[in-house]
T-cell receptor, first 115, second 115 residues
């Protein structure tokens, strides 16, 4: 397994369109996280899955955002009716445990530009 | 609630010298973990070092060491013998061992290593 994979790497979309991003975690990792990172800022937590269950959602995750992790494997993050403020890097991370060093492995992100 | 503060937006260091990147934190969790990540221009978050709140000794990983002062709630990263490849964004992050399992990040420090 080569790590966490995110597709696409870059996405340019027109305002009002829907977009979907995919994250393939490390296969044995049961925890999956989505973060959003705007220019010059640190990543901000969006949502978290343990297996297929979505256990927590940030207030940043408006009703235009939805995330799924069917069968506890890959995850998708969909943004409906995109706005210019949605332009950001969307990072996915996975982990096997969340205590101690609890290695979080991050993907390279999907950079979204809304024009 | 958890908060990470990084007060140095940018730092310069000469190649082969040591540099300290500051990080202070705030949390109500009695047990927590502190992380440092490196983010090169390619975008992926690279794990550098971890410190548990009850660890007796400061963490070290190769050229990276963490100066953990629990009473001051600080977790500064020390990079020894800086290399040109160390130029990147550096993020301090924390995770409480109760409640939210995701990382909370600071706003980052951009380190530039000069030849």
């Amino acid at each position: 397994d080569t790590g966490v994979s995110q597709n696409p790497r870059h996405k340019i979309t027109k305002r009002g369109q829907n977009v979907t991003f995919r994250c393939d975690p490390i296969s044995e990792h049961n925890r999956l996280y989505w973060y959003r990172q705007t220019l010059g800022q640190g990543p901000e937590f969006l949502t978290y899955f343990q297996n297929e269950a979505q256990l927590e959602k940030s207030r940043l995750l408006s009703d235009r955002f939805s995330a799924e992790r069917p069968k506890g494997s890959f995850s998708t993050l969909e943004i409906q009716r995109t706005e210019q403020g949605d332009s950001a890097m969307y990072l996915c991370a996975s982990s096997l445990q969340d205590r101690g060093k609890g290695g979080y492995t991050f993907g390279s992100g999907t950079r979204l530009t809304v024009v | 609630a958890q908060k990470i503060t990084q007060t140095q937006p940018g730092m310069f260091v000469q190649e082969k010298e040591a540099v300290t990147l500051d990080c202070t934190y705030d949390t109500s969790d009695p047990s927590y973990g502190l992380f440092w990540y490196k983010q090169p221009s390619s975008g992926e978050m690279i794990f550098l070092i971890y410190q548990g709140s009850y660890d007796q000794q400061n963490a070290t990983e190769g050229r990276y060491s963490l100066n953990f002062q629990k009473a001051r709630k600080s977790a500064n990263l020390v990079i020894s013998a800086s290399q040109l490849g160390d130029s990147a964004m550096y993020f301090c992050a924390m995770r409480g061992d109760t409640g939210r399992r995701a990382l909370t990040f600071g706003s980052g420090t951009r380190l530039q290593v000069q030849p």
